[in-house]
């Protein structure tokens, strides 16, 4: 059965010990679950391909329409789909993450206005049902790894929120704050292994983001 946000809410909910949401809501492990997601697509992006159509003849591009988007790996310009060139037209590009913008910095080629640039780049995975998703990218075998992600993410969160109540037993807090953070700590070594996994099943790993940057952000 495929994966949807209603089946990972279910296995987070389980973790947590809160089936009938007396603690967590349906919103709070939605977000949780999101949070998760995003982290695990940094250790695990999707791989896709598409072109774009270059409106002028300018070294930046607008990649605007691929969403989503972590990185760019690899683009070949000029490309002709029905008759690929070979070998292709790979170019030296960078890539601009805050206005998303491919510069192509090959010297040897000046981008003409109606040439098509195919672009290979990593994206979010995604969960149908969450925040409109059609499909679920990830594989099956990474739920449990997610549900306990989004477990982590939610008790930790709840432990803030305990904290700023004055009246409430701090040691209360202090134990759910410790769960989550047990919780996060067996979330990210699974990240680990999953990033060595898709960097042999790839040959190559391509650097999205550091993993041990996240060892120290709890919430």
């Known amino acids: 059965m495929a994966t949807t946000l209603a089946l990972l809410r279910d296995r987070a909910e389980r973790i947590l010990a809160d089936t009938g949401n007396a603690i967590w809501t349906s919103d709070d492990i939605d977000e949780a679950i999101r949070r998760a997601l995003s982290e695990y697509s940094k250790a695990r992006p999707l791989q896709n391909v598409s072109t774009l159509s270059l409106a002028s003849d300018a070294r930046e591009v607008d990649a605007s329409t691929l969403t989503g988007i972590l990185a760019v790996t690899e683009i070949w310009l000029p490309y002709t789909a029905a008759s690929p060139e070979f070998p292709p037209n790979r170019r030296d590009f960078e890539y601009w993450p805050d206005s998303t913008t491919i510069y192509v910095a090959d010297g040897a080629y000046q981008p003409q206005s109606g040439d098509v640039m195919r672009v290979f780049y990593l994206t979010v995975q995604t969960l149908k049902d969450l925040d409109a998703a059609t499909a679920t990218s990830f594989p099956v075998d990474d739920e ?76």
């Open 144 to 219: 449990t790894l997610i549900a306990e992600g989004a477990a982590g993410y939610a008790a930790t969160s709840r432990a803030v929120d305990l904290a700023e109540q004055v009246t409430l037993d701090r040691l209360t807090a202090q134990q759910i704050r410790a769960w989550g953070m047990a919780q996060l700590q067996r979330f990210r070594a699974g990240l680990k292994s999953v990033a060595a996994a898709d960097g042999v099943r790839r040959g190559a790993r391509v650097e999205v983001a550091g993993l041990d940057v996240w060892d120290g952000r709890w919430a």
